[in-house]
């Protein structure tokens, strides 16, 4: 399996994973958030594939990751020197893109087998450490991922990044963001990005 279709299953593990309970369901703990909401997406995904399905995940993604906070993130400094239409219209491209990269990600990922191995404080909440690993093909190496998950201040909690075998999703968005900007400007890379939407592409 490649580095890079390693690391889309494990994210599809991972942030997929934590949508299949309703927005207003709670937890005690980061883990137990994203453990319940493992077991519900897992049997999401064994129903027949169809819009239904696809909406549903997706709606229960809405609600689970901070994806305006994912997108200011992402952008840095640059978020700063953008007006509200700009951020809305990023932050809404991303989030479909986040979205398809997931969908397409955890078509390959039920024959995993997903150990939560506690949780730690971090600097916004607390840090979720898991080990996916492969219940077909015993030589393959264990993905470890990590979830930063911010504290509710609202009723429910909410995963601001995922970090796959050290590979910060925040930290690799905003290394080729800036990358773009610095080289074309937000515009480009904001139509770069629905160019990709519209293709069926990910970012």
Not at 3 to 8: A, D, G, I, M, N
Not at 24 to 52: K, M, N, T, W
Not at 57 to 68: K, N, P, T, V
Not at 78 to 102: C, I, P
């Amino acid at each position: 399996m490649s580095r890079l279709f390693r690391t889309l299953a494990s994210l599809g593990i991972t942030l997929a994973a934590l949508a299949a309970l309703e927005p207003q369901a709670l937890a005690d703990s980061a883990q137990e958030f994203i453990q319940a909401r493992q077991s519900q997406v897992s049997a999401l995904l064994r129903q027949s594939p169809g819009a239904q399905r696809d909406k549903q995940i997706a709606g229960i993604l809405d609600g689970m990751i901070d994806y305006e906070g994912l997108a200011k993130s992402s952008l840095a400094t640059h978020w700063a020197d953008l007006s509200e239409t700009q951020r809305k219209d990023f932050t809404d491209v991303l989030k479909r893109l986040v979205q398809r990269n997931y969908e397409r990600s955890i078509k390959g990922i039920l024959d995993y087998r997903v150990d939560f191995l506690g949780e730690e404080p971090g600097p916004e909440g607390a840090l979720v450490h898991t080990r996916a690993s492969s219940t077909t093909d015993q030589r393959e190496e264990p993905i470890t991922i990590d979830y930063r998950v911010a504290s509710p201040s609202s009723g429910t909690f909410r995963v601001i990044d995922v970090v796959t075998e050290g590979s910060s999703l925040v930290s690799n968005y905003k290394s080729q963001f800036h990358r773009a900007i610095q080289k074309d400007g937000f515009e480009a890379l904001l139509k770069r990005m629905k160019d990709k939407l519209a293709k069926g592409q990910t970012v």
